[in-house]
């Protein structure tokens, strides 16, 4: 069975960008509760062999999940990995530019990272109601998407996604309200490269 992930670091970490209040809320409620129910609807399949999964490889094999629980399997179980994606990716400490390999990618396909960042924010504003912003690899490049609800480029077959931000209104409402770009904006300030990278490098392998 899926538990709750410990985050890597304390619920006040990320101030000023991300509130400690706002964490906490995120994770032991938001987070939790898609765990909970993905659990739920495991159970209610009766096939143990869903529930020895891993989170990824269940969202790659949506298909074999009776029509009953697909749903909800593909909502909290896209809940439970897009936010373990999430804290692993960001951080406190972080944030400025990427280096390496990564950054010639990104330089690559963006020209810029500053060009990358303007593409990004647009694409996460864009998004209309709840959902995520995603930077993906496809057939070895780097791409930008949006996903709803709790969608990521695996469920949606597009690709192995290496940089995600979520842009429903409970990770950012209680400190910012409606000023979705001031948030946007505040996150590059606790990206965590060196993990994007690492996940990227992996992504090329697949």
């Known amino acids: 069975m899926h538990k709750l992930p410990e985050l890597p670091y304390s619920y006040d970490a990320l101030d000023p960008y991300i509130d400690e209040r706002t964490m906490e809320l995120h994770h032991t409620k938001h987070h939790a509760a898609y765990i909970s129910n993905l659990n739920a609807a495991l159970d209610a399949t009766g096939d143990a062999a869903l529930k020895e999964m891993d989170i990824g490889q269940l969202l790659r094999n949506l298909s074999e999940v009776p029509e009953a629980q697909r749903i909800a399997v593909r909502n909290n179980g896209g809940g439970h990995y897009n936010h373990d994606f999430f804290w692993k990716t960001i951080g406190p400490g972080r944030g400025g530019e990427p280096t390496g390999a990564f950054k010639d990618a990104i330089k690559q396909t963006f020209d810029s990272f500053k060009q990358f960042q303007a593409e990004f924010e ?11 912003a995603w930077l993906y690899v496809s057939s070895g490049q780097l791409k930008i998407t949006s996903s709803p609800n709790q969608d ?7 690709g192995v996604p ?4 979520d842009v429903w209104e409970h990770a950012y409402y209680l400190q910012y309200q409606n000023r979705r770009a001031e948030y946007v904006k505040a996150l590059w300030n606790v990206v965590n490269w060196d993990e994007v990278a690492s996940r990227y490098a992996r992504a090329l392998h697949r």
């Open 122 to 132: 647009k694409t996460a504003l864009a998004r209309f109601g709840s959902g995520w």
């Open 152 to 158: 990521n480029p695996i469920i949606e077959a597009k």
């Open 162 to 165: 290496v940089f995600g931000i």
